[in-house]
């Protein structure tokens, strides 16, 4: 049956992309509904020079959230990564689409990449796990804040104050800016968020209807894998603020979790590597969240759920 369908979405050019390849799969299952898009300001949004970690859980989220709850719009696309493990009474959340590359990389005014940039080069992030896990293998470089969309910050890295950024493969990719990378980071080195590069869709918990139509446009190793990912961050009772990273592979009907947790001045690294089925990753994201605490990372952790 013919609907209307209101998507809503942060209004930078990347969640637009993002969102417009969501609405595209839906047109592909559902060819009869009339799809509108829908921008909203998030927190993140309207206070674009804040640290991330100041502004709680849900800060690119949460005024999408409610325009559901409201019944403003009837969907909402996320990055995965910066969605809570949970999700408000009433909304549920369904990763969707084949996830692209999870790494973050390095774009730099040199082009050189991360061993090579010079001592004293002054990197911009906007995330605590980069900035620890970077400043854990480079210490004689500077590591500073920066915020604003990737546009942005790849433009401000550009200019007197920086000398590169660290961003997510995947926001670079579907921006089209791919010939900026100096080199993308592998995973042993900065470990990525959690459900990086992969999207979320939102709906009411009783559109049964949406609901059953964003099933099918689940990749299910990417499924799998993100979820292992959130089970690790859930078990470890916490979000953006900690510097934890974790990145899942699916091979067969198994799944390798890699995770690592790091102090902000990057003095040590905590990091493990689990193994288990691909059908179980509730199972691996627990039983890497243990190996963490095992290996002395339970101050780290138990921190950051304060």
């Known amino acids: 049956m013919a609907r209307t369908l209101t998507i809503g979405t942060r209004g930078s050019r990347l969640a637009l992309v993002q969102t417009h390849a969501v609405a595209g799969a839906l047109a592909s299952v559902a060819p009869d509904w009339d799809v509108r898009i829908e921008t909203i300001a998030s927190t993140g949004d309207e206070q674009p020079e804040a640290a991330i970690e100041t502004l709680g859980l849900g800060v690119f989220t949460s005024a999408i959230e409610r325009a559901l709850l409201d019944e403003r719009v009837d969907l909402a696309v996320h990055s995965l990564k910066d969605l809570p493990t949970s999700q408000p009474d009433g909304l549920t959340a369904v990763p969707v689409l084949e996830r692209e590359d999870p790494r973050d990389v390095l774009i730099d005014r040199w082009n050189v990449g991360l061993l090579d940039l010079p001592e004293g080069a002054r990197i911009g992030t906007s995330s605590p796990r980069r900035a620890a896990q970077i400043a854990h293998g480079r210490k004689d470089i500077s590591l500073l804040p920066i915020r604003g969309n990737v546009e942005t910050r790849i433009r401000k890295s550009e200019g007197p104050d920086y000398d590169g950024v660290i961003v997510a493969a995947a926001g670079v990719e579907r921006l089209g800016m791919t010939e900026r990378i100096a080199e993308r980071l592998s995973p042993h080195v900065c470990t990525p968020a959690p459900g990086q590069a992969a999207l979320a869709a939102e709906a009411r918990s009783d559109d049964r209807e949406l609901l059953a139509l964003l099933r099918r446009l689940v990749h299910q190793p990417t499924e799998a894998a993100v979820e292992a990912e959130r089970a690790l961050l859930r078990a470890a009772g916490s979000g953006c603020r900690l510097p934890l990273g974790a990145f899942a592979e699916v091979q067969g009907d198994r799944m390798r979790l890699f995770a690592t ?46």
């Not at 590597?273 to 290996?295: I, N, Y």
């Open 261 to 306: 947790v790091t102090p902000s001045d990057g003095s040590t690294s905590y990091r493990v590597e689990v193994t288990g089925s691909a059908s179980e990753p509730d199972l691996l994201g627990r039983a890497a969240c243990q190996a963490l605490l095992e290996q002395g990372a339970s101050a780290l952790l138990g921190e950051a759920g304060q």
